[in-house]
């Protein structure tokens, strides 16, 4: 990552302020675009595909470069879902990581997954089958607050 913040490194761990991320809900009919998390927060979970936004870009180019980076998808942005809070805090109750990260609907425009970037894995799972999978705290809500509402739906 790019990113840098005042003449220092982007900090992740015990930041200064809270930092801007993005993920996307990538629907294909019945099944969701799932990616496995390769660092903390969330290290082996499942989540969206995602990440910081970099300095001088734009949300929305974001999320679409964080999803090819990540997976080699590309994707059609449908809309924005929600910002969500993701506060992380240790033992002694410090923020260990803070990040407000604005989700977006999406549809992809091409459908081989290949895991990239800071993923162990990327796969389609049928919205059936995504109990099956240990979920980010931020994913699970997700998919509890919109695809178990129908809002998921996109138009094709």
């Known amino acids: ?19 801007v991320g993005v993920g996307a809900a990538i629907i ?6 799932l990616v496995r998390r390769g660092q903390d927060p969330g290290r082996g979970l499942w989540s969206i595909p995602g990440g910081l ?10 999320v679409l470069r964080e999803v090819k980076e990540e997976t080699g998808l590309e994707i059609q942005i449908e809309r924005l879902l929600d910002v969500a809070d993701s506060i992380f805090r240790d033992e002694q ?30 796969k389609w799972v049928e919205f059936n089958d995504i109990a099956r999978f240990p ?14 509402s129908g809002q998921h739906r996109v138009e094709v």
């Open 28 to 33: 294909d009919g019945s099944r969701i675009l």
């Open 53 to 62: 936004i970099e300095l001088g870009e734009k949300v929305r180019d974001a």
């Open 93 to 122: 109750e410090r923020i260990h990581f803070h990040y407000v990260v604005v989700r977006f609907l999406a549809r992809p425009v091409t459908t081989l997954v290949e895991p990239r970037s800071d993923v162990f894995e990327a």
């Open 135 to 148: 979920l980010t705290e931020g994913a699970e809500k997700l998919v509890r607050t919109f695809l178990g």
């Open 1 to 19: 990552m790019k990113a840098l913040l005042g003449q220092g490194k982007l900090r992740r761990e015990y930041p200064d302020q809270p930092l």
